[in-house]
């Protein structure tokens, strides 16, 4: 029985490595050598929905499975607005210190970390790593991009812009939370047919 645990915790960690390196292969090409260090300095690590994503200034989550929920912080009890959907592929640059945000797990999820002092290291070994840190900062300014292209949409166009570039969130988060990205009540959002 133990045996078999351990197998599939084996193959799933496999299968985590597999999705991280075609995330990464996506952006630009791994050298094995790269990929061994790359390997040594990452953490596959899981977390339930609920729970909070915590970091130090600017170390990375690459998400593997699963939705996290960026929001305001305001310090209350209460979950407050949403500022973003992180999904599979995509990338956390922590920076929540700065913006006044935190980062939820809504949806069991799956990520690949790696510090910031690990970061360092691999751009300091393989100068090939400039390629996809370069990448990963221009996916989250994108990203940070993208509410600012809801300002001047009506609220039909908001909710299908928001089907067609957030499918994920928009199959499995809660009315509130997505409501609450596009600026309006949830009861107005669940009123739009698209």
């Known amino acids: 029985m133990i045996n078999k645990i351990k197998n599939r915790n084996l193959m799933a960690t496999v299968n985590y490595q597999n999705l991280l390196f075609e995330t990464l292969q996506n952006l630009a090409p791994v050298p094995p050598d790269l990929w061994a260090d790359i390997l040594k300095v990452t953490e596959i690590k899981p977390y339930k929905k609920g729970r909070h994503l915590y970091a130090q200034f600017l170390d990375l989550h690459i998400i593997l ?29 922590h920076n929540e210190d700065v913006d006044g945000s935190y980062f939820e797990v809504d949806d069991d999820s799956v990520t690949a970390f790696i510090s910031q002092a690990n970061m360092l290291k691999l751009l300091d070994q393989n100068p090939l790593f400039v390629r996809h840190s370069g990448h990963f900062f221009a996916e989250v300014m994108k990203r940070r991009s993208f509410r600012g292209k809801l300002l001047n949409l009506t609220a039909l166009d908001k909710k299908k812009w928001f089907k067609k570039e957030y499918p994920e969130p928009y199959r499995k988060c809660t009315v509130k939370d997505k409501s609450s990205f596009l600026g309006m009540t949830p009861n107005y959002y669940s009123n739009l047919d698209i």
């Open 65 to 93: 499975e699963g939705i996290i929920i960026k929001r305001w912080d305001d310090g209350g009890a209460i979950p407050n607005d949403v500022i973003d959907f992180i999904c599979k592929k995509q990338f956390i640059f």
